[in-house]
């Protein structure tokens, strides 16, 4: 089975930083598409990167270029930093991706972030 475990969550002051992975692993590894997505309770999950396999990202626009997705392939891991962050970021954020033409969904991190 292919796993993605997402790690880096925790507690920040509002400005500061968090840099998120996702590891995946299995016997049975190539990324297509890699995703950010993020949930908090009682909201709707909200779109957060995609990385493509050709290093194209794309952003949702309330991210306002604080947030950066990248991908490590040697490493099977991909990346969220996000700076600047503010109350309203305070979610779950989980990591989605295409491997192999099947979907895989991560636990998620939880990231709070204080005023």
């Known amino acids: 089975q292919v796993q993605l475990v997402e790690s880096g969550g925790g507690l920040v002051q509002a400005g500061g930083s968090l840099r998120l992975s996702c590891a995946a692993s299995g016997s049975i590894f190539s990324i297509s598409a890699a995703h950010w997505y993020r949930q908090a309770p009682g909201k709707q999950r909200e779109f957060v990167a995609t990385?493509?396999?050709?290093?194209?990202?794309n952003y949702a626009d309330v991210m306002k270029g604080r947030f950066t997705i990248s991908r490590d392939n040697a490493k099977k891991m991909v990346y969220l930093q996000m700076n600047s962050l503010k109350p309203k970021d305070t979610a779950v954020y989980c990591c989605?991706?295409?491997?192999?033409?099947?979907?895989?969904w991560g636990q998620g991190t939880q990231v709070t972030v204080s005023s």
């Open positions: 989605a991706a295409t491997i192999s033409g099947a979907s895989y």
């Open positions: 990385i493509t396999a050709g290093f194209i990202t």
